[in-house]
């Protein structure tokens, strides 16, 4: 069992947040409201998907979708230009290309 005797770090009382990479952003950087609106986008296809009574290949679509919702997150918390030993996730233009194919 984890037991949580601090949920603050007192990191962000400066007004910033740290990025993937540990690099900061300010809390209000637009790239932040970004995380919070996929998070939420997210969240509601998890709800529709645990709530069933989807046909099989909606919940197959929604369960991709929300699978690349959290690569959009690790590409938005990983600033561009930044140099690693590990290739960056990155959202490349066929996730919406294969989207529109399913919507069609």
């Given at each position: 069992?984890?037991?949580?005797?601090?949920?603050?770090?007192?990191?962000?009382?400066?007004?910033?947040?740290?990025?993937?990479?540990?690099?900061?952003?300010?809390?209000?950087d637009l790239?932040?409201?970004?995380?919070?609106?996929?998070?939420?986008?997210?969240?509601?296809?998890?709800?529709?998907?645990?709530?069933?009574?989807?046909?099989?290949?909606?919940?197959?679509?929604?369960?991709?979708?929300?699978?690349?919702?959290?690569?959009?997150?690790?590409?938005?918390?990983?600033?561009?230009?930044?140099?690693?030993?590990?290739?960056?996730l990155r959202?490349?233009?066929?996730?919406v290309d294969?989207?529109?194919?399913?919507?069609?």
């Open positions: 069992m984890v037991n949580l005797t601090r949920i603050y770090t007192r990191t962000g009382d400066d007004g910033t947040t740290a990025l993937g990479d540990m690099s900061r952003a300010l809390k209000t790239r932040l409201e970004a995380f919070a609106d996929v998070d939420e986008a997210n969240s509601s296809i998890g709800v529709a998907i645990a709530m069933g009574n989807l046909d099989e290949d909606v919940k197959d679509l929604l369960t991709r979708v929300q699978n690349d919702l959290f690569d959009v997150g690790a590409d938005l918390a990983t600033p561009v230009g930044k140099k690693n030993d590990t290739p960056q959202v490349k233009p066929e996730y294969d989207l529109e194919k399913a919507i069609d």
